[in-house]
């Protein structure tokens, strides 16, 4: 009855302990199946999520090159812009009187004084704006006139050239404002003439009077053809230009063709004036431009943030619905174990009771028997006695065996029910380990796949940098060209100031001389004409040829007085004489000095076009330099912002608290720039890794290094001996650290520390048995832990 009490008793242990993991069971697998609901959303929502991060940076990608296009349209407007502009400052354009006059006016701007150039109003080229088509008619119609300069008055005038030739510089018209006089009144043109130029060209307020009498008698027709026509017409005596720049004065003289170009200042000025416009378009352009890629990448940068951390609290879900099924699992182990034990229980039980009966029914035979042979045993008490010590024996015996068959069936039971959770554990692990090999077939299949790419990549970034090399060898020698032709250009231009000196001091000295030899023929001139009048006088008083009277002057005057001096008409022989040997004494004018100012202006201008062409090639080096330097600078950016953010995560886990940061020794010049990591160790200030301890240096040192992986994990991580100089704390943190690395990477950690080892999943170890022979040896640390 002991016995049945005590197996009841544990029966109802037994039966409660069911109910409690059927309970605990049930809000398991409810927690299990919750957790698996709220992995599926959020997958949901970071599949949704990745699109709209695709859309946005394609949309990004979009916005990049727009923009990088609009810098390109930029910069190609800005240089043509500067070109022109700098070649209008240079008063390129114009004559060499023209550009003489402006550029002293120039520099007598800046002094007290008041030359005579300080009385220039400007250009007539400044005044005129005709509308886009008629540009090259209005050119056309004023030619040379678009280059005078204009004056106040007449007095004005008269100094500026006056002033070209005491400089020798050149010659230019000038346009006296106040004092110009309009066309004559007869055949002019009507103001209201519907051909008439004038009417579609702007002219600068207060120049009125200077256009009417440059353009007023000046119409336009379409054609050279229709020209013609409009100069037959009578009653109007006008020059008529057409629209391609052909003109017919008001004498019918044709001109026109295509062999010369007209200058194009006034085409040249638009263009100027267009493009300033277009730039400021452009630069406003430009600005919404980059606001709107900040603004984007800032919403990219958003979303990247939101969906790392979706990624993150779903590895998280993952984590817990491990545990949940882990859970669930030994829950329901332990339940199929309970309730094994509550049927053994029961079998225990019903054995008792059987055995119960039995034993009630052999005493009952038993009484009956006894008073049967009462007598007989009374007279055989003793065998009586005898028989009772047999019975008691074998029902001892009987009490052991029943024992022994209630144990054996126990562990009958017990025996079944771990062979049949052995069997499920086989079969589940099988299913595993077909799932691992599947696993590790796509993984190689990824490895083999990304060993590829990278190969391809590494090959890809190869060419780029010898692309760049030899980009950056091309720059330094065009740099080095550019460098000798300057100098070559100096120097010729040093020879051609002083050819221009010599040859303007030959050219003063030919002046010279050819004005003496002009005087001299003048001289020689009149001294003939003298001499042929008294030879006239003489042989019409005479009546005698002049030869024969001055045969017989020299034979009376060899008579009268041998040795005389000769008469004036021999001295004018010597002196004549004397001037023509005066004359072969100077020579010839040096022309070769205007040949080798030829030559020499020749090779400057060849020089100058060399010049200009290595600067465009310069100018185009130095744009793909300050665009890659301008990736660079972004790309670079990125990187160390994104590596901070990575690292102020990172850091606080290394070391339980603190800020870490990567600063810039100079911001503004980011490819010059060095990095300074700061460190705020928590407790501490904050301090420069080259002043912690050699753990600290170490664990700041991993956790850089982690914030740069983390960024781009790769698919495999090998460390050797990282924790070699951490104590047990920083190993363990190390540790943890490398769990949340290892559910991305598979990490590869070469290590002696036992600590390090016990985190592991699989240990690996060499061992040489025999001289020059190693051998490796594994232990799954998971599968023998389970």
Same mark, same amino acid.
């Given at each position: 009855h002991r016995r049945l009490d005590r197996i $009841?008793?544990?029966k109802e242990t037994t039966a409660k302990t069911v109910a409690e993991l059927s309970g605990k069971k049930s809000r398991a697998q409810e927690i299990l199946e919750a957790v698996i609901a709220e992995i599926q959303n959020l997958g949901e929502s970071v599949t949704r999520l990745r699109e709209s991060l695709n859309d946005q940076k394609a949309h990004l990608s979009r916005q990049v090159k727009q923009t990088q296009t609009l810098e390109m349209e930029r910069n190609e407007? $800005?240089?043509?812009?500067?070109? %022109?502009?700098?070649?209008?400052?240079?008063?390129?354009?114009?004559?060499?009187?023209?550009r003489a006059l402006l550029k002293a006016r120039d520099e007598a701007s800046g002094h007290d004084t008041t030359p005579a150039t300080r009385a220039i109003l400007g250009l007539s080229a400044d005044i005129f704006e005709p509308e886009l088509s008629y540009e090259t008619a209005?050119?056309?119609?004023? @030619?040379?006139?678009?280059?005078? #300069? %204009? #004056?106040?008055?007449?007095?004005?005038?008269?100094?500026?050239?006056? +002033?070209?030739?005491?400089? @020798?510089?050149?010659?230019?018209?000038?346009?006296? #404002?106040?004092s110009i006089k309009p066309h004559p009144p007869v055949g002019s043109v009507p103001t209201d003439h519907p051909g008439r130029l004038l009417n579609h060209v702007t002219v600068r307020e207060g120049y009125a009077p200077v256009a009417e009498a440059l353009l007023g008698t000046t119409l336009v027709a379409e054609t050279l053809s229709d020209a013609i026509k409009l100069w037959k017409q009578n009653g109007i005596q006008a020059t008529i230009v057409t629209i391609d720049g052909d003109l017919i004065t008001p004498r019918g003289i044709l001109v026109g063709g295509s062999g010369e170009q007209l200058s194009g200042i006034l085409a040249k000025k638009h263009e100027l004036k267009s493009l300033a416009i277009h730039l400021t378009g452009l630069e406003e352009r430009l600005g919404s431009a980059r606001d709107a890629l900040k603004k984007m990448e800032s919403e990219v940068r958003e979303v990247e943030t939101r969906l790392q951390q979706m990624i993150e609290s779903q590895a998280a879900l993952s984590r817990k619905q491990t545990e949940a099924e882990k859970a669930n699992y030994i829950l329901a182990e332990d339940l199929k174990h309970a309730k094994r034990h509550l049927e053994i229980l029961d079998l225990e039980e019903e054995q008792i009771l059987g055995e119960a009966e039995d034993i009630d029914a052999d005493i009952a035979?038993?009484?009956?028997?006894?008073?049967? %042979?009462?007598?007989?045993?009374?007279?055989?008490?003793?065998?009586?006695?005898?028989?009772?010590?047999?019975?008691?024996s074998r029902s001892d015996e009987m009490e052991r065996t029943g024992q022994e068959v209630v144990d054996l069936k126990l562990n009958l039971t017990a025996l079944s029910a771990k062979r049949e959770s052995s069997t499920q554990t086989l079969n589940r692990l099988k299913i595993y380990q077909d799932e691992g090999c599947r696993r590790l077939e796509d993984l190689s299949a990824q490895i083999q796949s990304k060993t590829g790419q990278i190969t391809h990549l590494n090959q890809a970034k190869t060419e780029w940098e010898e692309n760049l090399k030899t980009i950056y060898e091309d720059v330094r020698t065009i740099e080095a060209v #550019?460098?000798?032709?300057?100098?070559? +250009?100096?120097?010729?231009?040093e020879r051609l100031k002083e050819n221009e000196g010599a040859a303007i001091d030959i050219q003063k000295e030919r002046e010279s001389l050819m004005e003496q030899i002009r005087l001299l023929a003048l001289e020689q001139s009149e001294h003939q004409i003298k001499r042929d009048n008294l030879i006239n006088h003489l042989q019409e008083r +005479?009546?005698?040829?002049?030869?024969?009277?001055?045969?017989?002057?020299?034979? %009376?005057?060899?008579?009268?007085?041998?040795?005389?001096?000769?008469?004036p008409t021999e001295a004018l022989r010597e002196a004549l004489a004397s001037l023509k040997k005066r004359i072969?004494?100077?020579?010839?004018?040096?022309?070769g000095a205007l040949k080798e100012y030829e030559e020499l202006q020749s090779r400057y201008d060849f020089l100058t076009t060399q010049k200009d062409d290595l600067t465009k090639a310069v100018e185009d080096l130095h744009k793909v330099i300050k665009k890659i330097n301008q990736i660079t600078r972004e790309r670079f950016l990125t990187t160390f912002h994104a590596i901070n953010e990575k690292l102020k995560e990172v850091f606080p886990r290394l070391f339980e608290g603190g800020t870490a940061e990567l600063m810039m020794t100079e911001p503004d010049d980011v490819l010059e720039t060095g990095v300074e990591f700061m460190i705020h160790p928590p407790g501490k200030r904050v301090t420069r890794m080259s002043l912690l301890s050699g753990g600290e240096k170490a664990l700041s040192a991993i956790a850089l290094i982690f914030s740069i992986f983390l960024l781009k994990p790769a698919s495999f991580c090998l460390m050797d001996e990282i924790d070699a100089p951490l104590d047990d704390v920083n190993v363990h943190r190390f540790n943890n650290l490398l769990k949340i690395i290892g559910e991305k990477s598979q990490i590869i950690l070469i290590t002696h520390n036992k600590k390090s080892m016990e985190f592991a999943d699989t240990l690996f170890g060499i061992t040489m048995e025999q001289k020059g022979i190693s051998k490796i040896v594994s232990v799954n640390l998971t599968k023998a832990t389970s």
């Open positions: $009841r008793s544990e407007i $800005r240089s043509r812009y500067s070109a %022109l502009k700098k070649m209008e400052d240079n008063y390129e354009w114009y004559k060499e009187g023209v209005a050119e056309a119609a004023l @030619g040379e006139a678009l280059q005078y #300069v %204009l #004056v106040e008055n007449q007095d004005a005038g008269e100094s500026l050239i006056a +002033y070209l030739k005491t400089t @020798g510089t050149g010659r230019s018209g000038i346009i006296p #404002v106040k035979r038993f009484r009956k028997e006894l008073e049967d %042979l009462g007598e007989t045993l009374r007279h055989a008490r003793l065998e009586c006695d005898e028989m009772t010590g047999r019975i008691r #550019v460098e000798k032709s300057e100098a070559d +250009y100096r120097a010729i231009e +005479y009546q005698t040829p002049f030869e024969i009277l001055l045969k017989e002057i020299e034979d %009376l005057t060899q008579e009268d007085s041998p040795g005389a001096p000769p008469e072969e004494r100077i020579g010839d004018v040096n022309m």
